[in-house]
């Protein structure tokens, strides 16, 4: 297991901060991400680092949606 699927089994028991990252993390107008912000440089194109790690956390056994945190 590597520490990234590690870190997404962790976090798919954390469906509020699992839903956050999938409801923020979303493509703009310009098809960059709207919730990578920076004052110094673009955000990256859409999907980001952050909602590719999402969605393998929602894919990962265990992921429980509607689950309270």
Known sequence: ???LTEAARIVAGWPR???RLLDTHVPGPDGRCRGCTSQVSLPPRWP???TE???????TP???????S
Do not use: I
């Open 62 to 68: 265990g992921h429980r949606p509607g689950h309270p």
């Open 17 to 19: 901060v699992l839903t």
């Open 53 to 59: 790690f999402a969605r393998l956390a929602a894919a």
């Open 1 to 3: 297991m590597t520490d």
């Open 48 to 50: 980001c680092a952050l």
